[in-house]
Nanobody, 118 residues
């Protein structure tokens, strides 16, 4: 069974940094053809896209995180990362990775709590 396992997250002070990762298990190709996303979810709010790494290497960032967050991927390691710098309290959320194949199949990580204190 394909599953995405996330690591990282935690509590940091405003201005600090965190790196969270998403490893693909159960697929021999590591979902090579997938587009990769990081979403975040806060209580009472809809899930929001924060970053995307397309299978062709293109990246996208939400305006709220542009210049502070970096999405990256290592195909050999079957891992996607989100490096978060200059964190703000409003970045507090559960962060979820998503591998989405072009034909629509989606795989979600279990989520990682990121809490940024003032």
């Amino acid at each position: 069974q394909v599953r995405l396992v996330q690591s990282g997250g935690g509590l940091v002070q405003s201005g600090g940094s965190l790196n969270i990762s998403c490893v693909t298990l159960g697929d021999p190709n590591g979902l090579d053809s997938a587009d990769w996303y990081w979403y975040r979810r806060t209580p009472g709010k809809d899930r929001k896209l924060v970053a995307k790494f397309s299978s062709d290497g293109r990246t996208y960032y939400a305006d709220s995180v542009k210049g502070r967050f970096t999405i990256s991927r290592d195909r050999a390691e079957r891992t996607v990362w989100l490096q978060m710098d200059s964190l703000k309290p409003e970045d507090t959320a559960v962060y979820l990775c998503l591998g989405a194949q072009t034909w629509g199949t989606e795989y979600w990580g279990q989520g990682a709590q990121v809490t940024v204190s003032s």
